[in-house]
Nanobody, 117 residues
Framework: HVQLVESGGGSVQTGGSLRLSCAAS????????MGWFRRVPGLEREGVAGIGIDGRTAYADSVKGRFTISQDNSKNTLYLQMNSLKPEDTAMYYCAARLCASPEYNYWGQGTQVTVS
């Protein structure tokens, strides 16, 4: 059973940085692709960044050049380094996992709040 637990959210001023972490268990890093999503109340969930088992990454246009997704397989941990934060980055951030052979993310963490003011 895949479990994902996010941490690292908080409040930061515009231009600041945060690093989110996602501790994962019950999965194989050889078959699961990972991603970060965010959601603002009243709006649809937005994909922020993803990483494949080959290490290739993808980003939403809104965060390119500012956010970096990475993973440490030895620690079963996914990261999202967020720099140059803007108020529009304020959201609940979720870690997610999917079998790389599937297009849908089936496993989700509980979320961690990021507030930029």
């Amino acid at each position: 059973h895949v479990q994902l637990v996010e941490s690292g959210g908080g409040s930061v001023q515009t231009g600041g940085s945060l690093r989110l972490s996602c501790a994962a268990s019950g999965y194989s890093s050889n078959t699961f692709c990972m991603g970060w999503f965010r959601r603002v109340p009243g709006l649809e969930r937005e994909g922020v960044a993803g990483i494949g088992i080959d290490g290739r990454t993808a980003y939403a246009d809104s965060v390119k050049g500012r956010f970096t997704i990475s993973q440490d397989n030895s620690k079963n941990t996914l990261y999202l380094q967020m720099n140059s934060l803007k108020p529009e980055d304020t959201a609940m951030y979720y870690c997610a996992a999917r079998l790389c052979a599937s297009p849908e993310y089936n496993y989700w963490g509980q979320g961690t709040q990021v507030t930029v003011s």
